[in-house]
């Protein structure tokens, strides 16, 4: 009786290692799980829409067109570049006191903003878009630009 307890014994240790390679060589087995019905994927909105919107860049032209239907100029030049020349009638806020008065802008207005070159403006067009203007647009060149000035 005790060799037969001795052979079982030894019979489920080897049976037990030969498992264990088993498992070991061959890639363990996943269980068969039910799926749900596939669902349609939510519908992509366009990269447009995605992203921030576009800066609106104008010429003069156009911007002296929008002027005279009302659109007001912002010039975002820094005071000791005024002196080199402005726009009549533009309101100055140099960029770096934009968000701060931004209050002064009316939104129910289009709004032509113009700097030295260019790119002030567009990051100054860029900054009244993300708080909320939606009427807003970049003078091409700047003031560099600007016919009368020529």
Do not use: H
């Amino acid at each position: 009786m005790l060799f037969s307890v001795f052979a079982l014994s030894f019979a489920l240790v080897a049976c037990n290692e030969s498992n264990a390679k088993n498992e070991a060589a061959a890639p363990a087995a996943q269980p068969a799980v039910a799926q749900a019905p596939a669902t349609p994927a939510p519908e992509a909105k366009p990269a447009a829409e995605n992203r921030l919107a576009q800066v609106k860049t104008v010429d003069w032209a156009k911007a002296e067109e929008m002027a005279k239907n009302g659109a007001m100029y912002l010039d975002v030049r820094y005071p000791d570049e005024l002196m080199k020349g402005y726009v009549p009638n533009a309101k100055n806020i140099p960029i770096n006191e934009l968000v701060a008065r931004s209050g002064e802008l009316p939104k129910d207005k289009d709004i032509l903003i113009y700097c030295r070159s260019g790119r002030r403006s567009e990051a100054a067009t860029n900054l009244l878009m993300k708080n909320g203007f939606e009427r807003v647009y970049n003078v091409a060149g700047g003031f560099m630009a600007y016919p009368q000035q020529k």
